[in-house]
């Protein structure tokens, strides 16, 4: 069975964390070269576009690399609900979400929204480990109140969402109970 999933969340809600465990899962059970990981493929779609003028072109440039991709695993982090996200909290970058869920639900897309406890320490704390391995981080990082606010917005609008989709809580880091549920959500 082939598994198209977008991981979405607030920034520090441990998408890539999780990502890596569902990818470690998934690849080796679908590769068909000795020679390149070609069993599921990662694509990180929020390079600094979401919440420009060039969110829209650039989702339609991905929609593209999906219908490439339709046969493969395919594990996308952020995507049309980030954009969308991103648009409202930064004023630029308006994308038709509807539109481009419904064409992701013809080819079986699903969404895992991550998220994290909204306690202050933990959230700073994910920052702050954050810059150490990041820092040019820095001049975007903002006050744990604004990653709650953050999330509360992918929270509101993922209950529009055209795609199955599952709401899960990241509390720490391994959190081996977030992956389980995740691997038997997407295998049930």
């Known amino acids: 069975m082939v598994h198209h999933l977008i991981f979405e ?20 059970r679908a590769a068909a070269s000795a020679n390149v990981l070609d069993g599921c493929y990662w694509l ?9 003028e060039l969110a829209a072109p650039m989702v339609q440039n991905y929609l593209e690399i999906f219908r490439t991709l339709h046969g493969k695993n395919l594990l996308i982090e952020k995507f049309s609900l980030s954009a969308q996200v991103y648009s409202e909290l930064y004023g630029a970058g308006s994308i038709d979400r509807p539109a481009i869920e419904k064409e992701l ?35 975007i990082a903002k006050a744990p109140e604004f990653y709650i606010r953050q999330q509360r917005l992918y929270l509101e ?17 391994p959190d ?6 995740i691997k038997a959500w997407i295998n049930g």
């Open 176 to 181: 081996e109970r977030a992956v389980a549920q």
């Open 9 to 28: 969340g607030a920034e520090l809600a441990g998408k890539s964390w999780v990502m890596s465990q569902i990818y470690h899962d998934l690849e080796p």
């Open 44 to 52: 990180n779609c929020d390079l600094g576009f979401f919440g420009t």
């Open 105 to 139: 639900g013809k080819s079986g897309f699903r969404t895992i929204l991550l998220t994290f406890p909204e306690d202050q320490a933990l959230i700073q704390d994910r920052l702050d480990d954050r810059l150490r391995l990041y820092p040019d981080y820095r001049r």
């Open 157 to 173: 609008r993922a209950k529009d969402s055209f795609l199955d989709y599952l709401v899960l809580e990241v509390e720490k880091f």
